[in-house]
């Protein structure tokens, strides 16, 4: 149970039900403000750019890009790991924390899986976009067919990771909107204007409030929740396979999938802190998102970030432990010294070291430091990625292949344009939608009293 | 009375209506059937609208969007007997560019030839081919290099207009008694010296003028010296057992590099048993091909070439009782150079690539010392590639300023390109009245020539070579003239009067002066029947032995003097790609990495590392060498001090694919009495702070101390066969027990080996592989951003220290493993294994995930990032119809998007098999060969079947040398390597 006393109240201000409902419609029933309007303007800029870049890469090809007869792989795989790793937080608050009974997720866990969904969006366009021809992507769908059958080949990790993104975005979207109908309800029913009215009304699904509603909702939660922990945890641990399968130094390595996992709710946790400290700021949703609230990300992140530090040092030491001359030049040649120290250090120090400032409280209730850091810490992990993606790559087993990588201007297009979706979409969830979600918060009031035992 | 069979229960009853539905039925067309009898008995309803609507927009959809263009195939009316669509003929014919000379066989598929391959009848090459010879293919169908009519003062013309322009220009030149003056380059078929005699006779001041852009002069005059014929000699290289070459690129680009290289390597292999091979020590300035492949290399500059050759000529002139000459004292002792030659009297070889008569003179008397005359090299079959004379050429452009040269009819020649005073050249060819090129194709001189009147392409022509004494080739046309051009004797004939099909001409020349020699009782068209279809005769005939002077060899020792010159020496050398540039044209050519510098598209400075350190040089830095802006590339290897440039580049008036590429540096060779010389003392060199990006199709050398290529030493494996490949022991003690099944092999289990041993990097698999496989040039670019796309590639490493470099070459392909990384990552299987043993790619299933290409560990698959077919971006030779006519049609263009690779030519195999098939015998070893084994000329490839115990590959896969590249991966490759072994020799000490 939840101790008030220990952990002090969740809902800060002495809110009532009805305040809580009026404080999280408020910002549909306001004017969007100034920055909005200019946010989303600068959003949508970003994913003209992204589209165009997405145009030149399917009308001329691949060409476009930097990578090359050894690269395989550049920016549009780091930046679908780092995206999916991102997409990771939304899904993985809801049920974590509601399986550890972590009361205080409440008010953060619908913009966390608002952001999933984004982000999985976004992670989704690169592993297409990279397809040499990406208007037979169908290929990959296991389905009867008129081509003999043909059969994709079950044994490929890209197949998995297809499995794996479609279901995960399937269900944290479902997941995302079956847990809105209550409060897209709310809004329906307070709404003044006729078009918001029928909008919402379409979106709350014929939410009535009935008994039998709240069950059938409790039920759906539970099963999409349940479908949901799973894939949280498969669809990294998948994603890993996509390097740890293969035979390539630094990629060939066991410790992937856990390590992927992990480095994914890291750096989802740093997007949702970044994202919170926005909206609690631009929003004054200072009394549902308490300090206490991003004190307990910040906590979790020192934890993560530990283990992230260990999975380092881990693969450094099996590589020097394989006394594999392949592995041990990787890790000591190519990244910890040599060509790519930048990248390695970089991601050493922003995703195993900054974090641990977190250990003082002066820095961890500090609003901006918060905010810098979970910034570094998804730097970090973009660094992380290009580590694995180009420098296991660049410099494998036979010298006369290794190459230099270096994006072109299409490539950093397609990842702005992908940054453009996100913000766009998170812009429009921040209007329209009810970004925490308001029956819950009302379930967690009671907390704010003492209680009694 | 019959049974009584029935369909439905309507039709036992016979009821009477039943037909009549069925043919009612019958009436209806789809678009009713569609519409259910319901609808149509009604008048029109909003559910038939929408189903009418339905119907007619998709099925306008489908017309208009699924169609494709229709191309039509016409089949043959009437088949030609010879010719079954779909199989290849081959022909035999000769190449030769008036550089390099081949035998060749021809490809024809469907009345067009797509591909060449070496005649394996040819007693020299037996089937070798060079990376020029290879390529020519693609000049046939060069449509924007090649002359496509007769032209006059740069404007179209015909032959109409321009024979009897010519022919009374001629005749009344002839009647003033002017000089006339036939400049061509070395002329090796005898029928075509007949049609210049019978010019000659027929305008009887007519001179014959021989020019080589990069000639043999030195070794001409100082045999003319020595010998007293000026003749190259015939080399052996396969008798030498000890090699000693002073600058001389044999392997690369030296008089005979395809014939050089089978002969080197036959004496360097290692198998069944053998545990001798020749010992090879190269002094040369920029490191060559030849240099690459040396025992021992020991760098020096060309200036002290003639000192280290005279102190070697001392040192066994006087342990022989021989006179021995003053000369300086060399950097390097050749006291055991000289030993070891001495103890190999009769088996040894030396050869310098200078064009230095007097260094030349020392060579010859070097090896009259030792004896090799009438052993290793060969008077008495002289070799007749390279006949010019540099100082007939330079009496020619005087000749010309001076106003006395009236006509100037040129072929195969481009000395407004390459003469070193080009413009001394162009200015004398203006003083000329008649200026008539003949060249196939367009070039810096036949642009400023009054008439071009065009040859044909080699492979539309007839012909013969007498490359060496008594070896006759004969030439073929393998298909129609593709344009209005004439064979340039025919051309020479029918101005002297005589109108004669060359065919005619070329047989009466064999039948009155090459068959009476052989035949015997065969009629003339019988023998000559089957000459040609081997197009191969060796009558054996040789000279005989010329006797030895030492006429000019104290004047010879005497001209050697240590040099005092300041500043740099630069080495002018000839690319093994681009040779003299006349091919220049060519796109695989321009593509073809150096074999030792692993550039494309460019020439380059290749300058010593130390000294690019010191000035803080990176490769691509651009510095002035004797006044030309060049790239810089940091060359281990190269002797200090000097700077060695490729000839071949900077060609303005040629094409598309050259012009503008790489600086001419022709202009820059010292001319001095009457000899071009390759290298130019006393060189400026100033660096500029300009840079540009190479186009490297290989960045880093060292191997990282990774047994990537194993290598030994000659004394180790004679103690040891398996020496310096211990891992390979060491793997297949570990790599027994597997969890997974091993794949079975019912049939075949095809197999390749690479005997780095024999394999010396010259690339000319690389280029057949590109013409067999229909491998696009991605251009400069591409190179630049590493996706060059050739099949198999050739790794170079270096090794040893920047000065003492050792280089090992590796050819790379598509490693075919049974245990293929590739393989299990496609997400749609697009690439899979054979129960042959091969790992295939379908094109048509590939989505271009590059999953494929990441996780294989030699990085063997290439991608197609753009389309490079027919796409003015990649505007080569795949950009124009008459280009794409070089296709093989057996093997799928790729499309853009998709991975493609080595396939081991899995047409060739499936053709073999079903030859086989039809003739109701199994394959024999040795029947299949993909493109790269067939052409090599040092014979460092076999291809097999692993499952044939008697195969070939079978014997060498059980070689102590064989070894699998990265085996420790377990990938079970199908290409394994046989490791490399050097004769060593003990260190040479500088005095």
């Known amino acids: ?81 780092w995206w999916i790793g991102i997409g990771h937080a939304g899904t993985a608050f809801s049920i974590f924390l509601l399986v550890l009974r972590q009361k205080w997720r409440t008010s953060i866990n619908r913009a966390a899986e608002a952001m999933t969904v984004f982000a999985v969006g976004a992670a989704a366009l690169f592993p297409a976009l990279h397809m ?48 809105m109908l209550p409060d897209f309800a709310t809004i329906r029913d307070r709404a003044t204007s006729k078009i918001k009215k029928s909008v919402y009304g379409i979106l709350a699904f014929g939410w009535k409030g009935s008994i039998r509603d709240w069950k059938n909702y409790e039920s759906l939660a539970f099963i999409l929740g349940g479908i949901a922990a799973v894939l949280v945890v498969s669809v990294h641990s998948i994603v890993a396979t996509d390097f740890a399968v293969s035979v390539i130094p630094g990629w060939h390595t066991t410790i992937f999938p856990p390590y992927f996992v992990v480095g994914a709710i890291f750096s989802g946790f740093a997007m949702v802190l970044t994202l919170m400290i926005l909206i609690r700021k631009l929003y004054n949703f200072e009394n549902y998102v308490t300090d206490s609230h991003l004190n307990a990300i910040a ?104 190459v230099n990588y270096e994006p072109t201007l299409v490539e950093v297009g397609i990842y702005v344009g992908t940054l453009g979706i996100f913000i766009l979409g998170i812009l429009l969830f921040m209007k329209f939608v009810p970004m925490m979600a308001i029956s819950e918060l009302k379930g967690i009031l009671k907390f704010n009293k003492e209680q009694k035992h | ?134 390529s020519s293919i693609l000049s046939l169908y060069d449509s924007g290099g090649r002359y496509k009519q007769p032209m006059k003062e740069d404007k179209r013309s015909s032959w109409k207009q321009v024979d009897p322009e010519i022919k009374d220009k001629l005749e009344a030149i002839k009647e003033k008694d002017g000089e006339i003056v036939l400049l061509t380059s070395s002329i090796i078929s005898p029928t075509a010296k007949q049609s210049i005699a019978d010019f000659r006779k027929y305008y009887p001041s007519a001179k014959h003028v021989t020019y080589d852009a990069v000639s043999q002069t030195g070794m001409l005059r100082a045999n003319k010296r020595s010998f007293n014929k000026q003749v190259i000699p015939s080399y052996h290289f396969d008798q030498a057992d000890v090699i000693v070459s002073f600058g001389a690129d044999f392997l690369g680009t030296w008089i005979s590099p395809a014939e050089f290289t089978l002969q080197y390597s036959k004496n360097r292999k290692l198998n069944a048993g053998k545990d001798t091979m020749s010992q090879h020590i190269q002094f040369e300035a920029g490191m060559s091909l030849t240099g690459s492949n040396a025992d021992r290399r020991i760098p020096i500059k060309p200036s002290e070439e003639g000192i280290q050759l005279a102190n070697l000529y001392n040192i066994i002139a006087r342990k022989m009782g021989e006179t021995s000459f003053n000369v300086p004292s060399a950097r390097i002792n050749m006291k055991n150079v000289a030993a070891k030659l001495m103890n190999n009297r009769g088996r040894s070889l030396v050869v310098s690539g200078s064009n230095d008569v007097n260094i030349q003179v020392l060579v010859n ?10 052993k290793t090299i060969d008077l008495s079959r002289p070799v007749y590639i390279k006949q010019g004379i540099d100082s007939e050429m330079r009496d020619l452009v005087n000749r010309m300023n001076q106003g006395k040269v009236e006509a100037l009819i040129m072929h195969n020649v481009n000395p407004a390109y390459d003469y070193p005073d080009a413009g001394e050249f162009s200015k004398g060819l203006n003083k000329v009245d008649l200026t008539i090129h003949m060249g196939h194709a367009k070039n810096e001189t036949s642009k400023k020539a009054t008439y071009v009147c065009p040859d044909n392409h080699y492979l539309e022509s007839w012909g013969d070579a007498l490359p060496k004494e008594g070896f006759y080739s004969l030439q073929q046309p393998l298909i129609r003239k593709l344009y209005t051009t004439r064979q340039w004797q025919e051309s020479l004939l029918k101005w002297a009067g005589k109108s004669i099909n060359y065919l005619d001409y070329l047989k009466k020349h064999w039948e009155t002066n090459i068959y009476p020699n052989k035949a015997g009782l065969e009629s003339f068209s019988s023998w000559w029947n089957k000459t040609l279809q081997k197009g191969v005769l060796d009558t054996g005939k040789d000279n005989g032995q010329p006797d ?103 060609r303005s008036e040629t094409g598309k694919v050259a012009d503008g590429v790489g600086k001419n540096v022709f202009a820059h060779i010292p001319f001095q009495s009457g000899i071009r010389y390759n290298t130019k003392p006393g060189v400026e060199v100033s660096v500029t702070g300009k840079h540009m990006e190479l186009a490297l199709s290989q960045t880093h050398h060292s191997m990282e101390g990774r047994d990537i290529v194993r290598e030994t030493t000659l004394d180790e494996y004679k103690k040891d066969h398996a ?92 490693q075919h493993c049974d245990n293929a990384p590739c393989e299990n990552v496609c997400p749609v299987a697009a690439t899979m294994h054979s129960d042959e043993g091969l790992n295939q790619m379908a094109y048509n299933r590939c989505i271009g995930t590059k999953y494929c290409i990441n996780n294989c560990p030699y990085k063997v698959r290439r991608f197609n990032w753009y389309r490079y077919v027919t796409n003015n971006e990649f505007d080569y030779n795949m950009n124009d119809e008459v280009g794409l006519m070089a296709l093989n049609p057996d093997v799928t263009v790729r499309e ?95 005095v």
């Not at chain 1, 043909?150 to 079956?178: E, G, K």
């Not at chain 2, 079978?954 to 085996?967: F, P």
């Open chain 2, 896 to 990: 853009r998007g998709v991975v493609e690779k080595c396939t081991f030519c899995v047409q060739r195999i499936q053709e073999k098999k079903l030859q086989a098939k039809k003739e109701g015998r199994p394959l024999k070893d040795g029947d299949v060969q993909p493109a790269c084994v067939q052409s090599c000329p040092a014979k460092a490839l076999t291809f097999g079947d692993l499952n044939d115990p008697d195969s070939e590959v079978s014997k060498l896969v059980k070689d102590k040398r064989n070894y699998g590249l990265l085996e420790q991966l377990h990938t079970l490759p199908s290409v394994n390597y046989l490791t490399k072994v050097r004769n060593k020799p003990e260190e040479l000490e500088e």
């Open chain 1, 132 to 179: 040499g021809r990406i208007w037979l992507a169908f290929y990959i769908i296991p389905y009867p067919n008129t081509r003999g059958p043909l059969w994709v080949n079950f044994n490929s990790p890209l197949f998995w990771d297809f499995a794996a993104i479609s279901a995960y975005l399937l269900i944290s979207v479902s997941f995302w909107y079956f847990g």
């Open chain 1, 1 to 81: 149970m939840y101790k008030t006393k220990i952990r002090g109240p969740l809902i800060l201000g002495g809110k009532t039900l009805r305040n809580i409902s009026e404080d999280v419609i408020a910002p549909i029933y306001q004017k969007a403000p100034l920055w909005w309007w200019i946010m989303l303007g600068l959003s949508l800029l970003m994913s003209a750019f992204g589209l165009w870049a997405m145009y030149v890469t399917i009308s001329t090809g691949i060409g476009t890009w930097g990578v090359n007869n050894s690269v395989g792989w550049g920016w549009a795989i780091i930046n679908f790991v």
């Open chain 2, 1 to 134: 009375m019959s049974k009584k069979y029935w369909q439905s229960l309507e039709q036992y009853h016979e009821e009477p209506d039943i037909d009549q539905h069925k043919s009612e039925s019958k009436q209806k067309n789809d678009l009713m059937e569609l519409m259910g009898d319901e609808a149509l008995q009604k008048k029109s309803s909003r559910r038939n609208f929408l189903k009418f609507c339905g119907f007619t927009v998709s099925s306008a959809a489908i017309a208009s969007s699924c169609e494709n263009p229709v191309k039509k195939a016409i089949p043959f009316l009437n088949r030609p007997a010879e010719m079954t669509p779909g199989e290849a003929d081959f022909y035999a014919s000769t190449f030769f560019d008036g550089n390099e000379f081949c035998s060749i066989l021809v490809k024809n598929r469907d009345g067009r030839p797509i591909k060449i391959e070496g005649n394996d009848l040819s007693p020299f090459t037996k089937g070798g081919t060079t990376a020029n010879v290879q």
């Open chain 2, 365 to 374: 008397a070097i090896n009259q010392l030792l004896g090799n005359y009438g």
């Open chain 2, 723 to 814: 020496a310096g490949n211990h891992a390979h022991e060491e793997f297949v003690k570990h790599h027994k027990e597997s969890l997974y099944k091993k794949q079975e092999f019912p049939g075949h289990h095809w197999g390749l080996i690479v005997d780095l041993n024999s394999c010396i990097g010259c690339s000319n698999c690389m280029v057949a592989c590109q013409a067999e496989n229909n491998v696009p040039v991605v251009g400069k670019e591409q190179v630049k951003n590493r996706r060059i796309m050739h099949w198999i590639r050739v790794d170079r490493y270096f090794s040893g220290d920047t000065e003492d470099t050792g280089t090992h070459h590796q050819p790379v392909m598509c």
């Open chain 1, 299 to 402: 906590k979790i992140l020192i934890f993560i970030s530990l283990i992230m530090g260990t999975g380092y040092a881990t693969e450094v030491f099996i590589a020097w432990y394989s006394g594999n001359e392949f592995e041990m030049f990787t890790f000591f040649h190519n990244r910890i010294t040599g060509e790519y120290t930048f990248m390695f250090w970089a991601m050493v120090v922003c995703n195993a070291l900054v974090p641990q400032l977190f250990w003082s409280k002066k820095i961890r209730s500090n609003l901006t430091a918060l905010f810098i850091i979970s910034i570094i810490i998804n730097i970090g992990m973009w660094y992380e990625r290009f580590n694995i993606v180009v420098t296991s790559l660049a410099n494998d087993y036979l010298p006369a292949n290794w």
């Open chain 2, 548 to 650: 030895y002077t030492t006429r000019g060899l104290r004047q010879a020792a005497n001209s050697i003097k240590k040099s005092n010159n300041k500043g740099f020496e630069l080495v002018f050398y000839e690319s093994v790609a681009l040779r003299d540039g006349k091919q220049a044209n060519n796109p695989w050519l321009q593509e073809l990495p150096d074999p030792i510098a692993k550039i494309s598209w460019d020439n380059f400075a290749a300058i010593p590392v130390q000294w690019g350190e010191e000035k803080g040089l990176k490769n691509g830095d651009i510095i002035k060498v004797d006044g030309i802006e060049l790239p810089v590339f940091l060359q281990p290897g190269q002797a200090k001090g000097t700077i060695a440039v490729a000839y071949g580049y900077g």
